[in-house]
């Protein structure tokens, strides 16, 4: 029938349209990672972050933020929902990286719409074929600064990992200590650029690798848009920030670089990887600048 609606891809971008046996396995779409976290003290880092929001006054009617599709990020979605159903609290909209956790506070009531850019599993699609108020959106329409407002720039918080995080509160999540490249970016320049409060969750040591460091391996989002690291040992705010200190001053608030002491105490400061003059990628942020460089690793 014509036309199908709701409309994914417009007719002006379709030349072909190509009958195959089958267009893939559901069952690919949920991954092992997309497990909430059982470790104790990532729960308690997820809890520390509603509590954040609450102590900040943002968690009322009409609160918004972007979700997450990692261990922890998952039990600050759970326990946001919790928190907002115990107190009557319905927000306006969660963006995502949608998962089965986001559609319960949709079919609950704590939010009133679901925009997705990406579904995580399969609770997720079935959701979006089922929800009129959950419904996808393009990355344009999440986070390109070109257009006349994207939505991260609605975004009361969000809450996103790293693989490093330094004492300038830059943040890196395209390589790892080794400086071995692994990982995109997606939209975590975006999402600290436009929310009001950004959230970064990282645990102290990874194995015996401090995350917290004096200088990150490379630089994927600028701590100038970085507002607040949460880990195990303590809670640091960007300086910058005045408003925030002074309404979460009842909270473990420490700073960066009482963290970075911390971890350097525990596991030593770290070796630095020995880099080639090879470059093999260019970072650029989300305006197309560049922010930083990955070159090849020739020992560690």
Known sequence: PYPVTPISISQTFVDYVVEVPSIGDPGGIKTGTMQITKSPSRLMMAKNVVKFFAEAGILKDGFSFQAGAGGT???????????????????SFVMGGITGFVVNMLEDGTIKKIL??????LEAVESMRKNPDHFEVSHIEFGNMHTGGCIVNRQHACFLGATEVDIDFNVNVNTHSDGMLLHGIGGHQDAAAGSDITVILAPLLRGRIPVIRKEVTTV?????????????RGIAINPRREDLIEKVKNMNVVSIEELYKKAVS?????????????MVAVVEYRDGTALDTVRSVKGW
């Open 220 to 232: 994927s989002t600028p701590g100038d848009t970085v507002d607040v690291v949460v880990t195990e």
């Open 116 to 121: 997705d850019a990406q579904s995580f599993d």
């Open 73 to 91: 990020s998952l039990a600050v979605t759970k326990f946001l929902h919790e928190y907002m159903r115990e107190k009557g609290i319905t927000g």
């Open 266 to 278: 525990m596991a030593g400061e770290p070796k630095k990887p020995k880099l080639g003059e090879d």
